[in-house]
């Protein structure tokens, strides 16, 4: 059973920092592809950062050259390192794993129904 967990959330003033953390227990992340969405009331959720098992990476273009998505596989952890935040980032940030098998996942799709493990959340918010 795989489980994710976030961390990181908080409060921050326009044009800070902030960096979540996203753990995975029963499955390694290093084989998997791992996600960073995010969603607000009443919007759909949006894709914000991924990397795959080879490490390539993708973003959303709203976050473009603002945040890193980085991933320690043998601790299990996905990090977003998030700079220059804008009160438009506030939102409820999810993690999410894609897992396709033994020869993992390989993908740059930021399409949120390819991921099928997500985390509960955690809350940022820019003012």
């Known amino acids: 059973h795989v489980q994710l967990v976030e961390s990181g959330g908080g409060s921050v003033q326009d044009g800070g920092s902030l960096t979540l953390s996203c753990t995975a227990s029963?499955?390694?992340?290093?084989?998997?592809?791992m996600a960073w969405f995010r969603q607000v009331p009443g919007k759909e959720r949006e894709g914000v950062a991924m990397?795959?098992?080879?490490?390539?990476?993708r973003y959303g273009d709203s976050v473009r050259h603002r945040f890193t998505i980085s991933k320690d596989s043998a601790r299990k952890t996905v990090t977003l390192q998030m700079n220059s935040l804008k009160p438009e980032d506030t939102a409820m940030y999810y993690c999410?794993?894609?897992?396709?098998?033994?020869?993992?996942?390989?993908?740059?799709?930021?399409?949120?129904?390819?991921?099928?493990?997500w985390g509960l959340g955690t809350q940022v918010t820019v003012s």
């Open positions: 999410a794993a894609q897992y396709t098998g033994f020869s993992g996942c390989y993908s740059t799709d930021l399409n949120p129904t390819l991921f099928d493990h």
């Open positions: 990397i795959n098992r080879k490490g390539t990476t």
């Open positions: 029963g499955y390694g992340a290093g084989s998997a592809c």
